[in-house]
């Protein structure tokens, strides 16, 4: 025997993987500390409400007609469509490392355009809210 192998079990070499082009021994990847991931940004119960009801009168106004919700480490991402097909019309942001500077929410057009930003949700959604605006002949 050479000095390399050993008949003593807890010394053997576990099977070898290839991931992404690198050679890793199972036993290694077991003993690494779990990666943790970053908590996702999400909305909470009241912001969901204040949302989907601007959603159902907009649906039921007939110019919105689908929605997206997206979550990562970073934001909450609530967009609306015309069609599901298309590009998003408007994304409503929630991004918590912007709250104390330029507030957490944002609502964001289709060209990329900030229409609204603020600390209250209520009030940044108001800019897509009709303002009834009175017609004279």
Not at 15 to 31: I, K, M, P, Q, Y
Not at 99 to 125: E, I, K, P, W
Request: hydrophobic share 40%; proline share 4%.
């Amino acid at each position: 025997m050479s000095e390399t192998e050993t008949t003593d079990p807890s010394r053997r070499r576990g099977l070898l993987s290839v991931v992404a082009g690198r050679a890793t021994n199972e036993a290694d990847r077991a003993r690494a500390a779990p990666e943790r991931s970053a908590p996702l940004v999400s909305f909470d119960r009241r912001e969901l409400r204040l949302l989907l009801d601007l959603y159902g009168a907009k649906v039921a106004a007939g110019e919105w007609r689908d929605y997206a919700i997206d979550f990562s480490p970073a934001k909450a991402v609530f967009s609306v469509f015309r069609r599901a097909s298309e590009a998003p019309l408007y994304r409503i942001e929630k991004n918590p490392e912007l709250a104390r500077r330029q507030g957490a929410y944002c609502v964001v057009a289709a060209g990329g355009l900030v229409m609204r930003r603020g600390h209250d949700l209520s009030r940044v959604v108001a800019v897509l809210q009709k303002k009834l605006e009175l017609v004279r002949d």
